[in-house]
């Protein structure tokens, strides 16, 4: 039998990647040439250690848009109410609907909580009746529109902090 010396194992995120992701935090176009400076490492470290905790999913680099400024017309949330012995089968039909951006798996009787962008009322009445409530399992939903965007912050740092 092999002895599995830690080769599988993610590795956890230190200091140095909790300064990265603070900077990144703060200005997700910073170049890794900038992060290296300010950390005081090497750029090939800022590199290395940057494509490994995107490759862990630790984070993601993308543009944070506001959707309503983009014309998409309803914004929103739902939750999504199922029968629990069927959970691994609805989310993966979840994850196949493009305008469910945001998919969380829930405490407190729900099941799933979704965020979604659509270009209009069609669309929202598409998303709920003719997808989402057709997925074998869903109990019923529930959906909340977002009117204005209030606070949307995204430099929370680490845990680590």
């Given at each position: ?138 109990q019923r939903t529930k959906t909340g529109m977002f ?15």
């Open positions: 039998m092999k002895k599995n010396h830690g080769k599988n194992k993610k590795r956890q995120i230190d200091a140095v990647d909790c300064r990265m992701i603070r900077l990144l935090q703060k200005d997700g176009r910073i170049s890794n040439t900038d992060i290296a400076k300010e950390i005081g490492i090497s750029e090939a470290t800022v590199r290395t250690r940057l494509n490994r905790l995107i490759k862990d999913e630790v984070i993601q680099i993308v543009a944070v848009s506001n959707p309503l400024k983009l014309g998409f017309k309803i914004v929103g949330h739902i939750r999504i109410y199922v029968d629990i012995k069927k959970m691994d089968a609805i989310i993966a039909q979840l994850k196949k609907l493009k305008p469910l951006w945001f998919i969380v798996q829930t405490t407190g009787g729900t099941g799933i909580d979704t965020e979604f962008v659509v270009k209009d009322l069609d669309e929202l009445n598409r998303l709920i009746f003719d997808k989402i409530n057709h997925i074998d399992g869903v009117l204005k965007y209030i606070k949307r912050q995204y430099d929370w740092g680490t845990a680590l902090d």
